[in-house]
């Protein structure tokens, strides 16, 4: 990983950007020691479509964290994206051998669980654990030393597209750089931006990225659903570049700077200049013009994840509301649409549980890598909904080397 071996780096791979930081951990906090970030321009929808610039991008971010961190990083806790990715509930039974429940039995019910018939071309990336049933009993969380004859497993079951995994990987490899593990974008997010309160209580994470919206729901504790909608921040920007008639570049800048979801985020109806596609000159226009482009889409994107949570059943089940995370919510007003359309409380999600450097701490533009340092510690110190038993631990890790195999 690096000089000092106790340090963790999270590599997210995004749509538009790929951000690296380095963490060291700690009894009760965990310090970021290091950032680094650059664009990314070989990705589509949260899939690589250029080697290349995804290689440039990742070894661009990685220098840059070694230099703010001083470590030498050599191996990573990387991201995948992209709505390739299927999430899916699944129920596994076993009869207990003996009187109790042991570790054996856990493993066997376990298996049960993800013995899922899969496409050729997907895998399983992550087998999340809602809860265990011993003799019609649920609600358990660890049943080991407990009395039964029949013990049942309740899972969540993420799967991914292999070839896209394995061109991330891939990417990693040829900028010399080892993947420990692979993990959902969204769920890194989530360690680091949901309490174990609001876990229980039920709440969902919306991550808005460039390219893809992640959306987790969790109730009691425990993940009930996933999915990756392939809309993001950059349709934002491109109807922003048809709508003015901008170069994209120039949209992004303007949302950036001036742009919000609602029109009484904004305090004037000040003039902006427009550069024109082309050779035309320049135009005036109103800011609030802004507001009528970006308001709709954001809209949409946020309808859209109502509505996997509605087909999910948890619609009445997210007593602790929406957590809104990724680059692409820092707009002013987005809160405000996102209550708006799911008629619950919102708040921007920022990492907690780490201290160190402000820039990556103040937002959530950062909360997915800094997640995905959560999944380099031992099982047991990850949120109890997100994290994976020792045996698929295992094979998880079995897996990111089988892919790897398959291209080297």
Not at 6 to 24: F, M, Y
Not at 351 to 367: H, I, N, R, W
Request: net charge negative; charged share 20%; proline share 4%.
């Amino acid at each position: 990983m690096s000089k000092r071996e106790e340090l963790l780096v999270g590599l997210d791979i995004g749509t538009a950007k790929v951000a690296a930081v380095v963490v060291e951990p700690g009894l009760e906090s965990d310090t970021v020691l290091g950032v680094g970030a650059a664009m990314s321009e070989g990705l589509r929808k949260g899939v690589v479509v250029d080697m290349e610039s995804t290689v440039h991008a990742i070894s661009g971010a990685v220098r840059e964290a070694e230099l703010s961190a001083g470590c030498e990083i050599h191996t990573v806790y990387a991201s995948v994206g992209g709505s390739h990715v299927k999430g899916f509930n699944s129920h596994g039974v076993v009869a207990l051998k003996g009187k109790e429940v042991d570790t054996a039995d856990v493993e066997r019910v376990s298996e049960a669980a993800r013995a899922v018939p899969l496409p050729q071309d997907q895998d399983i990336l992550h087998v999340l654990t809602q809860e265990f049933v011993v003799d019609g009993q649920d609600g358990i969380k660890d049943p080991v030393s407990m009395s039964g004859i029949r013990l049942e497993s309740r899972v969540h079951i993420v799967s991914t597209s292999v070839a896209p995994a394995q061109n991330v990987m891939r990417c990693c490899q040829r900028s010399g750089l080892h993947v420990a593990d692979l993990s959902l974008a969204v769920l890194a997010s989530a360690e680091t931006v949901v309490t174990p309160e609001e876990l229980e209580m039920g709440v969902a994470v919306i991550d808005v990225g460039a390219g893809t919206t992640g959306v987790v729901a969790f109730e009691g504790g425990a993940v009930k659903h996933t999915a990756v909608l392939p809309v993001g921040g950059n349709h934002v920007s491109s109807d922003l570049s048809a709508g003015l008639r901008t170069p994209f570049r120039e949209a992004e800048g303007l949302k950036v700077r001036y742009g919000a979801a609602v029109e009484s985020a904004i305090d004037d109806d000040s003039m902006l200049e427009v550069s024109m596609v082309g050779a035309g000159e320049p135009r005036r226009l109103p800011r609030r013009l802004l507001v009528e482009v970006m308001g709709p889409r954001y809209r949409e994107i946020f309808d859209l994840a109502r509505k996997q949570i509605e087909r999910a059943g948890l619609a009445e089940s997210l007593a602790s509301g929406i957590v809104l995370t990724g680059g692409s919510v820092v707009a002013p007003g987005v809160t405000d649409v996102a209550e708006q359309i799911f008629g619950l409380p919102v708040r921007i999600g920022a990492p907690v549980g780490f201290e160190g450097l402000e820039e990556v701490l103040s937002g959530p533009s950062y909360a997915a890598a800094l997640g995905l340092t959560r999944r380099g510690f031992d099982a047991s110190d990850s949120l109890p909904a997100i994290a994976e038993g020792g045996h698929v631990f295992a094979r998880v890790k079995q897996r990111v080397a089988n892919w790897f195999r398959d291209f080297v």
